[in-house]
């Protein structure tokens, strides 16, 4: 009977100084960027969305795109090409959802109804106005548009992070109206900012190129 004790007590001795293992924690997965970062009209050419997501734990993410609520591709597949024949109704959302095998999910989407979204104007401008470049990030080539209420001499520079100026694009008298320019650099990789300078008017956005 005391030898029974002892065993007992050497069991429970050896179960209390086990460590116990605690199960790994599953992480959500993670956005990094998308292209094109804004979707500037309802394409008539097919247009290939893009999205750069990864998982914290290393598994492979499923990609769902959606065009409005209707699933049109699930799968590895982290792009996906809009073809026209996609557009025989109106086209207000392009959604990707992006999940782990565990059901963890994030997305992100492309909306018409956004703020970031480029909307191709019928009337005069307004004001003088700098739009986000197209795409961006880019590579190789990226559109830039501005517009201009009336005519004016506009300076359209690119300069990168520290402050040089990389290119003149303009510097000469504009008509007025929405401007659309192609802008292929032959400069690396890098951050850069697109100034557009209109008389007292100073406009910058960002833009990133990818190579």
Not at 38 to 57: H, K, N
Request: charged share 15%; net charge positive.
């Amino acid at each position: 009977m005391k030898f029974f004790s002892l065993l007992v007590a050497l069991i429970l001795f050896v179960a209390l100084m086990t460590p116990v293992s605690v199960g790994q924690v599953n992480h959500k997965p993670l956005f990094r960027f998308r292209v094109p970062v804004m979707v500037p009209y309802i394409p008539t050419q097919p247009l290939r969305f893009f999205v750069s997501a990864y998982d914290p734990d290393g598994d492979t993410l499923t990609y769902t795109w959606k065009i409005n609520a209707r699933i049109v591709q699930t799968g590895p597949d982290s792009s996906y090409l809009l073809m026209p024949s996609d557009l025989q109704y109106p086209l207000t959302k392009v959604t990707c959802i992006f999940s782990d095998p565990f059901g963890l999910a994030d997305s992100t989407y492309w909306s018409r109804l956004g703020p970031d979204v480029y909307v191709e104007e019928h009337t005069a401008p307004t004001a003088v106005a700098l739009v986000q470049n197209f795409p961006n990030p880019f590579n190789p080539s990226t559109i830039i548009r501005f517009r201009l209420p009336s005519i004016a001499h506009v300076k359209l520079e690119i300069y990168n992070a520290i402050g040089t100026q990389v290119a003149s694009i303009i510097d000469a008298d504009q008509r007025a109206g929405t401007h659309e320019i192609t802008w292929k650099p032959v400069i690396s990789s890098g951050t850069y900012f697109c100034r557009l300078t209109v008389g007292s008017n100073v406009l910058v956005r960002k833009m990133i190129l990818i190579k």
